[in-house]
């Protein structure tokens, strides 16, 4: 055993008490809930029923855009006809589920968190949506977001349920819940539903899963449809899940996808790339939860193997600003072409609630432009040389790094400090940029991400998330290691 393994494993013998504080098996799963409707033991009008229920009692976490409870009651009550008659049920059958505000569902607007959308009542489902509901899954909310997706924070003004600005973290409604998918974390960490949708641009599905101590899940970009979604980025965005275990995200993934069940993985032999930098600059409570977390995978037969990713941020950094606040505005375009008419990117920007969206898209995005070192530049050129040069080269760089040590994965924390207290500040781009340090760079090279709760702080008691990101195309591989990993750690007790 190497001294950095033993250091490890020493650190687990310390802080392992942290880690596996909160670890509980009575948290409901999708995977468990179906099952229960399958059987009988419920029926899919009880399990929406309940859940309204617990949408309600939390209030104050801001979570909700808008409920839908006469429609979702109504598809509980012909999920339950159909089984009474002996019809066939959908692998999700029964189970209430909630969707990120950009996401289209017939019937509903998909604001995106932001006024001028309001009003844009969706004619379709998303691709997505259609697949859950075509397997029996019942949609009962839209969740608030930050707004346009346009930050980590989930502090938006334009939907308030609860008496201060901002959606709450489930652990600690005092905290942030992390965003953009704010919502639908804080409802799946609350246990006010087991699943829910979310989108990811740089880390938007995994923060708030991580935060409010549940899993999520960043498909290989292409994976998942994008129709029907508010975009950000063609070349970033993707749908997501978000769920109270990973076995759950791996039912909704073969849902999506069709592909066959997979079970968890042997960890033995398995190897995870631990990169220095990932894993630097963590505030002391993460940092003990992680390692902790990196000792008892050692002890699981893992093969913890360093690696040095030196050129990671500036490569990600030739790409990720260029490409977002670029495709930003051409792809809205497109978008309210197709799905609202006589909406323009103009009248967007300009009822835009938030400051540092509003900032961000009157200095950016509408008048195409870009930081530079002395004063703002026109972006064309930067996007231009990000997608012909820069991207390719991030993706030979992971992809060299994965052949050259034989990894399975690389392994860090999702969020490398505990949520912070929310409030306007939590939108400022230094809060940005930390929180997303180590989710944007897999992001920008169209990798799959899964994170899941390794246990919670000492002090605070908030849930920390390990993440591993794998190389294109690994996304069954990783749902079946993080079952694997789930087994060791379990999944957290909601908050009482």
């Known amino acids: ?82 089984r009474a008659e002996g019809k066939p049920l959908g692998a999700l059958a029964g189970i209430p589920f909630v969707v990120k505000d950009n996401i289209q569902i017939a019937g509903l607007p998909a604001a995106a968190g932001t006024p001028a959308l309001a009003g844009v009542i969706s004619t379709a489902n998303a691709p997505v949506v259609d697949r859950l509901v ?118 909704i993934d073969r ?53 040095d990713l030196k050129d ?32 323009t990117v103009a009248s967007v920007a300009a009822a835009i609630k938030s400051p540092d969206v509003k900032g961000t898209y009157d200095g950016l995005v509408i008048p195409r432009k870009l930081p530079g070192p002395n004063g703002l530049v026109d972006a064309k050129p930067i996007y231009e040389a990000a997608i012909a040069t820069g991207r390719p080269a991030l993706i030979a760089y992971y992809a060299k790094a994965f052949a050259d040590k034989r990894l399975d994965a690389l392994i860090f924390p999702t969020v490398p400090k505990v949520a912070l207290t929310a409030g306007p500040e939590t939108s400022a781009l230094d809060v940005f940029l930390t929180f997303i340090r180590n989710t944007d760079p897999g992001s920008n090279a169209g990798l799959p991400g899964l994170t899941l709760p390794i246990g919670l702080t000492a002090s605070s008691r908030m849930p920390v998330g390990l993440e591993l990101d794998g190389p294109a195309g690994s996304d069954r591989r990783l749902l079946a290691l993080g079952q694997a990993i789930e087994a060791i750690f379990g999944t957290l007790a909601p908050p009482k």
């Open 255 to 307: 849902v999506v996808t069709g592909a066959p069940a997979i079970g968890k993985a042997e960890l033995k032999g398995v190897r995870l790339g631990v990169d220095a930098a990932m894993t630097a600059g963590l505030d002391a409570e993460t940092d003990a939860v992680f390692k902790a977390a990196l000792g008892r995978l050692e002890a699981a037969g893992v093969e913890l193997v360093r690696v």
């Open 1 to 82: 055993m190497s001294g950095f393994h033993r250091r490890i494993f020493a650190l687990a013998l310390v802080a392992g008490s942290a880690s596996a504080a909160g670890a509980d098996e009575r948290r409901q799963t999708t995977v468990d809930l179906a099952a229960e409707i399958a059987a009988g033991r419920t029926t899919a009008e009880q399990a929406v029923g309940a859940a309204l229920q617990r949408i309600e009692k939390a209030a104050p976490l801001n979570a909700v855009a808008r409920l839908d409870a006469a429609r979702a009651l109504a598809a509980a009550k012909a999920v339950d006809k159909a």
């Open 134 to 251: 075509a397997a029996g899954a019942i949609p009962v909310a839209t969740t608030n977001m930050h707004e346009l997706a346009f930050g980590i924070s989930g502090y938006n003004p334009t939907y308030q349920t609860g008496p201060q600005v901002g959606v709450r973290a489930a652990y600690d409604p005092t905290r942030m819940a992390g965003g953009s998918s704010s919502g639908t974390g804080a409802l799946v960490g609350a246990g006010a539903v087991s699943a829910g949708l979310g989108t990811d641009t740089g880390g938007s599905v995994r923060l708030p899963a991580a935060i409010n101590g549940v899993a999520g899940l960043r498909p290989t970009l292409l994976r998942y449809a994008q129709d029907g979604v508010v975009p950000i980025s063609h070349t970033r965005d993707t749908v997501g899940p978000i769920a109270a275990s990973v076995a759950d995200l791996e039912l």
């Open 312 to 343: 990671l941020a500036p490569l990600n950094q030739a790409v990720s600003f260029p490409v977002a606040l670029y495709e930003a505005h051409d792809d809205l375009v497109a978008y309210l072409a197709r799905y609202a008419p006589g909406v």
